[in-house]
């Protein structure tokens, strides 16, 4: 964050290269979440919107390699990460790691809206001077990250040494990673490999987008092979060669086969399947069953830090996820029978 004679820079954005024109609000609205178009407008009305430098009206158009900047008269909220007394299930244990299998539902570090109630705050409960990353972003013991609403598991760095040996083995592409995730849809074929760039949505900011030509984003791979079919959907086993924010999300929409009830990418609609009410009516129940995008992280490898040995870890589906699978399975079968 830095201060200037105009005041505090609260955001800063380069603008994607592949943007089509759009005004300034629209484009802002998308990027910060939490804000609307008419504080928006009228941050622009007080001079605190700028573009390349020079305060612009909320009609400017933006275009591609824009410098964009919201200038407040007070600084950005600083996060005091919060030691709480929040449960975790810590699966492993040592002088310099600690694994944690996730559930779905809790964010993994504070920021905006989730200020509390974090994995961050827990972990500060629970262990004694996790180091970070950053000095300037307090994520104690973070290597990695996964969605709020993804279950599974995570590597937490206890030491400096820790923290340094893993994030390079994150940076080397050395750790496994596999994920179990709910598809809509039958793929083509029964294992592949999905490439493309990911970088934000050069429209809505909430999501990251595939960019086959690479003109936007950073390189990503996900390697899948199916583990079983249930008529209108498949479970697929996803193995990360690269780590990007929301990557397996991104790709599977990219490909037409977004997560089973995945809102942020169109999973949680009825998207495959007959027009019948009874079926509609069933997917529905199976929101409910599992009420957010059907992706966990049941397995991580990495050397440990101090000893170099190989480690393996694996969480078992957790229950929301297997109720649905199940669900499937018996409504496939079901069906199988009657055809």
């Known amino acids: 964050m830095s201060q200037n004679q105009f005041g ?11 943007q089509s024109a759009l005004r300034i609000d629209k484009f802002l609205m998308n990027f910060i979440e939490g804000t609307t178009r008419n504080k928006i407008q009228t941050a622009a009305d007080n001079g605190q919107v700028w573009a390349n430098g020079i305060p ?9 390699g824009d410098e964009i900047k919201v200038v407040m008269d007070e600084p950005p909220r600083v996060i005091d990460i919060i030691a709480e007394n929040i449960q975790i299930n810590i699966v492993y244990e040592d002088e310099a790691v600690a694994v944690i299998n996730k559930d779905a539902g809790m964010v993994v570090h504070p920021g905006h809206g989730n200020y509390t109630g974090t994995l961050v705050n827990a972990l500060k409960y629970h262990f004694d001077n996790l180091p970070s990353m950053s000095a300037e972003l307090e994520r104690p013991g973070l290597v990695h990250r996964i969605d709020k609403d993804t279950s599974g598991l995570l590597v937490i760095a206890k030491t400096e040494q820790a923290m340094q040996s893993l994030s390079k083995q994150f940076k080397d592409r050395s750790t496994d990673r596999l994920y179990d995730a709910l ?43 199916t583990l079983e079919k249930f008529l209108y959907v498949t479970l697929v086993e996803c193995k990360l060669e690269t780590g990007r924010t929301h990557q397996i999300r991104a790709h599977f929409k990219h490909i037409g086969h977004p997560l089973f009830n995945d809102d942020r990418y169109g999973g949680n609609q009825v998207l495959k399947g007959t027009t019948f009410t009874k079926y509609k009516q069933f997917v529905e129940n199976c929101f409910k069953i599992c009420p957010r995008q059907a992706l966990h992280a049941k397995t991580l490898g990495f050397d440990h830090p101090v000893t170099g040995k190989r480690l393996f870890f694996e969480a078992p589906m957790p229950e929301d996820f297997a109720n649905l699978v199940e669900k499937w399975r018996n409504y496939s079968q079901n069906s199988s029978q009657e055809i």
Not at 8 to 18: A, L, M, R, T
Not at 198 to 219: C, W, Y
């Open 8 to 18: 505090f820079e609260q955001f800063s954005i380069k603008v994607d290269k592949g």
């Open 56 to 64: 612009v009206k909320s009609n400017y158009k933006v275009k591609p």
């Open 183 to 225: 598809v809509w849809g039958s793929l083509e074929e029964d294992a592949g490999t999905i490439e493309g760039h990911i970088g934000r949505h050069l429209r809505d900011r909430m999501q990251m987008a595939v960019f086959p030509e690479g003109d936007n984003g950073k390189p990503a791979i996900t390697h899948y092979k």
